[in-house]
């Protein structure tokens, strides 16, 4: 089978996990529970990728007639590096129960609260779509506007 085309196939996989995994932390009030999980995951999907990096370099002629075969293998790891996709962290969900907030109070203060870039209107914003249940519907009657944000 053509080691690229397994790439791109693992590409996929990534993608696949990637979602299935972040819907799965988005319901869970305690994602930190996943994180051990996600970082195995991770781990071997990266270790994966710079094996198939070093096959496409070992058999590229124009990069093995330049290269000393301890160079191929440090571009390879360079490489796996530099394509190194973060996934994307989203918010979780706060419907009110008392044992889910301080998780997600302080995931919500780092990425949006503390976020000095961001207008207000959108920090309400992102607090209301991550909101559910009792929690949401307190602030369900505030209208969309800036100085709302301190008051939700």
């Known amino acids: ?27 869970d009030c305690d994602p930190s529970r996943h994180d051990d999980f996600r970082n195995d995951f991770e781990m071997k999907f990266y270790e994966l990728n710079v094996k198939m990096q070093r096959i496409i370099d ?7 007639e330049q290269l000393h075969p301890a160079d191929a293998s440090e571009q390879g790891s360079s490489n796996a590096h530099n394509n190194l996709k973060l996934p994307a962290i989203r918010l ?11 998780s997600f109070s302080d ?7 503390e976020n000095d870039s961001l207008p207000e209107i959108q920090k309400f914003h992102y607090l209301e779509s991550s909101l559910s249940g009792e929690a949401e519907r307190l ?14």
Request: net charge negative; glycine share 4%; aromatic share 10%.
């Open 58 to 64: 070992a058999h590229d002629p124009k990069g093995s």
């Open 1 to 27: 089978m053509n080691i690229k085309l397994c790439m791109g196939r693992l590409e996929e996989i990534w993608n696949k996990y990637e979602e299935i995994q972040d819907r799965i932390e988005s319901i």
């Open 139 to 152: 602030i369900s009657n505030l209208p969309m506007t800036a100085n709302n944000y301190t008051i939700a």
């Open 107 to 113: 995931m919500f203060k780092a990425m949006i609260h």
């Open 92 to 102: 979780t969900m706060f419907s009110g129960q008392y044992d889910c907030w301080i």
